[in-house]
């Protein structure tokens, strides 16, 4: 997979790209991030990207000019269009089952966006979907743009060490969308709390009923919403 971002701070994604599960799929050859300053196809020596909104109000608003110029150049860099993507408070909520579905892209092109967001020509006119991580509100899209970097990568073949990772993680659909069960690891006593018997038992299909069990109750306790749907 190739995931384009344009964005006007691409230093900010030095380290974050760089460690752990993104560096390693980068290493491996499983995904190529490519990282594009929209600063770079402004037309003034101001290198002005944003502009006041028309019918007045706060703020500024990305103009489209750069943005366009800047997505037109990037989409030719590869022979995949790609799937072009708004991050921006007004868009569909992102979710593991969102993860998925971008999982199975060859290509996808992020656009950060700042200030008081996009011109809405920029939507229209590169036919781009909106995507928000969150009801609240952030300095930009650059956070936005690491979080689905992140959740897309890890659901990679050959990204995890173990493959059925992903598939035992919260809101995975192996568990219908709930909250992961517990887990514990050595030693078997730490400060007076044991280890849960049953996980030392052996017996894989009582365990399994346990973890079932867990994912339930924890999911009704912190996240009731989820059973819900």
């Known amino acids: 997979m190739r995931i384009d971002v344009l964005t006007l ?14 560096k390693r799929a980068q290493d491996n050859n499983i995904i190529q991030i490519v990282l594009t300053n929209v600063r770079d196809f402004t037309t003034d020596s101001y290198k002005k990207v944003d502009d006041k909104p028309y019918g007045g109000g706060p703020g500024m608003v990305m103009m489209c000019q750069p943005i366009f110029d800047c997505a037109e150049c990037v989409r030719k ?30 290509r996808l092109i992020l656009i950060a966006g700042r200030y008081e967001g996009f011109d809405e020509r920029i939507r229209i006119g590169l036919d781009a979907e909106q995507i928000s991580i969150g009801d609240y509100v952030l300095s930009g899209g650059e956070l936005a743009a690491m979080v689905i970097i992140d959740a897309v990568v890890r659901l990679l073949a050959g990204t995890l060490g173990d493959e059925t990772s992903a598939l035992d993680e919260s809101f995975s659909e192996s568990i219908a969308g709930c909250l992961e069960y ?13 280890v849960p018997d049953i996980l030392l038992s052996g017996d894989h299909k009582k365990i399994a009923e ?11 306790k912190w996240r009731p919403d989820l059973l819900d749907k």
């Open 77 to 106: 860099l590869s022979a995949d269009k790609g799937r072009t993507i708004l991050l921006t408070p007004q868009g569909q909520k992102f979710d593991q089952k969102k993860a998925v579905e971008l999982s199975k892209e060859k």
């Open 210 to 220: 346990w973890r079932q069990q867990q994912t339930i109750e924890r999911t009704q």
């Open 182 to 194: 517990p887990q514990y690891t050595r030693p078997e006593v730490f400060r007076d709390m044991k």
């Open 9 to 22: 701070f691409p230093e900010m994604f030095e380290s974050p790209l760089a460690h752990s599960i993104i």
